[in-house]
């Protein structure tokens, strides 16, 4: 399958689910990830939240004092997002991101692992530019090395050795850490996610 018809069958899914997906996903407790990223930010700093789902994350940026844009690809999920969080929230594809030196951090959390595998460095790069020179992203992958359909949405899933590779062609992003880490719903600590924290070189570049 072509990659924007695979990019079309994710969105037709959360299209489809989006209140399912909003209700199983909004109160999971996730403040353990959330801290050690703003840990590495500046109090009050600015957030992308890139790939918001129903707002989670952005609900909770938002309570600690930061500064925080909020998207999200499917207009369903950016209109509950926006309810939630009282801010609004955009609808962008990742590989519509375009704002330069923005962000003290990106946050994507289960989020560009949707990005077809060949589309994923494009996207990565778009994340590197938006950051500000010395800026924490934070990304997170099922673990595995499965490309492909799964259950009506496109993954890409990743080991250590695969984000590497992806990192080899992005310099000026450096691996600050990385961790393995059971499903954080409820009933699904069996499945594996690989989570990295990466900084963009301090230089301005």
Not at 30 to 46: K, T
Not at 134 to 154: A, M, W
Request: net charge neutral; proline share 4%.
């Amino acid at each position: 399958m072509e990659e924007r018809n695979l990019e079309e069958e994710t969105l037709r899914y959360y299209a489809e689910h989006a209140a399912d997906f909003a209700a199983d996903t909004l109160d999971v407790s996730f403040s353990a990830v959330q801290n050690r990223f703003l840990a590495l930010l500046p109090r009050g700093g600015r957030i992308l939240d890139f790939g918001c789902g129903a707002g989670r994350d952005t609900r909770a940026f938002l309570a600690r004092g930061f500064l925080v844009d909020a998207v999200d690809g499917s207009p369903a999920l950016a209109k509950i997002a926006s309810a939630n969080t009282e801010i609004p929230v955009r609808c962008l594809r990742f590989q519509e991101l375009s704002a330069e030196k923005r962000y003290d951090g990106i946050w994507a959390c289960a989020s560009i692992l949707h990005v077809p595998m060949a589309a994923l460095p494009d996207v990565l790069f778009r994340m590197s530019r938006a950051a500000k020179p010395g800026g924490i992203l934070y990304v997170s992958f099922k673990y595995g090395t499965f490309s492909g359909l799964r259950n009506g949405r496109y993954f890409t899933d990743l080991n250590e050795a695969g984000l590497s590779r992806f990192l080899a062609a992005r310099p000026e992003l450096s691996l600050v850490e990385e961790w393995v880490s059971g499903d954080a719903r409820p009933g699904r600590a069996s499945e594996r996610w690989l989570n990295a924290l990466l900084r963009k070189t301090p230089s301005d570049c």
